[in-house]
């Protein structure tokens, strides 16, 4: 639904208000919405993030004579992005899903343009296969990313 009030919504206000007619280029709209909806749900993996960590590390720090700012930066950040990554790889994997929802507007994407081979040789099976390990491959690799980060970083549920 933001993507089509998005693309049609805007426009349509804009017409109505002013009386120029508003054109949006189908990917700067799927851009824009597909930001701003993710977006959303970044800020709030990253707020359920800072706010999971003790609040006895902030005191500690503040009690180290650190200000806020440097506190936050040192001691509370980096716990929490070991703590925020596994989510943010899931909304990133979401994020290229989703972006098959974007064809309804008109954008040539993954599965818009396996859609449009399948108009011209009536193959429908075989492409919609590759289509989905297509999007399996670059799921996979984007796991695969998110794993070697925490990894890297010392994730574990182990403490």
Do not use: W
């Amino acid at each position: 639904m933001q993507i089509l009030l998005f693309y049609y919504g805007i426009p349509g206000l804009y017409s109505n208000v002013t009386g120029n007619p508003l054109q949006i280029d189908p990917i700067v709209a799927g851009i824009i919405v597909c930001s701003i909806n993710s977006g959303a749900y970044i800020a709030e993996i990253v707020r359920a993030g800072i706010q999971s960590i003790d609040k006895g590390q902030m005191e500690a720090a503040r009690s180290l004579g650190m200000n806020e700012k440097l506190a936050m930066r040192e001691i509370i950040l980096p716990q929490a992005f070991r703590r925020i990554i596994p989510p943010l790889g899931n909304e990133f994997i979401a994020l290229l899903k989703d972006s098959s929802l974007l064809a309804v507007i008109g954008v040539h994407e993954l599965l818009k343009n396996g859609q449009l081979y399948i108009s011209r040789t009536f193959a429908a099976f075989p492409v919609y296969i590759a289509v989905a390990l297509m999007y399996l491959i670059m799921t996979i690799a984007i796991s695969r990313l998110v794993a070697y980060s925490e990894r890297r970083l010392g994730v574990s549920d182990r403490s």
